[in-house]
T-cell receptor
Framework: EAQVTQNPRYLITVTGKKLTVTCSQN?????MSWYRQDPGLGLRQIYYSMNVEVTDKGDVPEGYKVSRKEKRNFPLILESPSPNQTSLYFC?????????????FGPGTRLTVT | AQTVTQSQPEMSVQEAETVTLSCTYDTSESDYYLFWYKQPPSRQMILVIRQEAYKQQNATENRFSVNFQKAAKSFSLKISDSQLGDAAMYFCAYRSVSYSGGGADGLTFGKGTHLIIQP
């Protein structure tokens, strides 16, 4: 089954404790992206990757890191999480990095930073 | 940069009736894609319908259709014969046709409309 998976689905952590949210797709997609969703703000892009070893900042990249060493994986790293990073996070992928290709979303990761 | 505005934070409709969700956007581009996504309580993002800006014909998918007014930069979603399973957050989103580099590349979302279906 074609899908985007994220782990963990739920995470409660404390301020400053480094964490990684994994994202993996099995559709051989070139483009992958991370979004965060906050009440009243919709979804906002954090980082994206056009292909392996090619990443770029989205609209809200502060406090996040990403890497793309393999085509299928695009982990999101929070080196020193803070309470304002409490949010719902989505990973998405598409065949190519252009509007014509539909983005497929993962199930979301609910992160709480205390 | 593009912006997407959904002016209705919440809408309510009786089951079996028709409802229209509004979306306007601002862009200087002439070609682009517009989307409506549904987010039910499960939080999964589900693509409902897609419109290519260069196509004048409005997209339809079963009970879902759009009214795309390019000159007015308006992209509303009409849901006919509303069903209880349509209750969800609905997001309007914009994406450029191609990556031009030097900035964010992805979907630009509106803030969402919470749709309530009254039985």
């Amino acid at each position: 089954e074609a899908q985007v998976t994220q782990n963990p689905r739920y995470l409660i952590t404390v301020t400053g404790k480094k964490l990684t949210v994994t994202c993996s797709q099995n559709m051989n997609h070139e483009y992958m992206s991370w979004y965060r969703q906050d009440p009243g703000l919709g979804l906002r892009q954090i980082y994206y990757s056009m292909n392996v070893e090619v990443t770029d900042k989205g609209d809200v990249p502060e406090g996040y890191k990403v890497s793309r060493k393999e085509k299928r994986n695009f982990p999101l790293i929070l080196e020193s999480p803070s309470p304002n990073q409490t949010s719902l996070y989505f990973c998405a992928s598409s065949l190519r990095g252009s509007g014509v290709y539909e983005q497929y979303f993962g199930p979301g990761t609910r992160l709480t930073v205390t | 940069a593009q912006t997407v505005t959904q002016s209705q934070p919440e809408m309510s409709v009786q089951e079996a009736e028709t409802v229209t969700l509004s979306c306007t956007y601002d862009t200087s581009e002439s070609d682009y894609y517009l989307f409506w996504y549904k987010q039910p309580p499960s939080r999964q993002m589900i693509l409902v319908i897609r419109q290519e800006a260069y196509k004048q014909q409005n997209a339809t998918e079963n009970r879902f259709s759009v009214n795309f007014q390019k000159a007015a930069k308006s992209f509303s979603l009409k849901i006919s014969d509303s069903q209880l399973g349509d209750a969800a957050m609905y997001f309007c989103a914009y994406r450029s046709v191609s990556y031009s580099g030097g900035g964010a590349d992805g979907l630009t979302f509106g803030k969402g409309t919470h749709l309530i279906i009254q039985p």
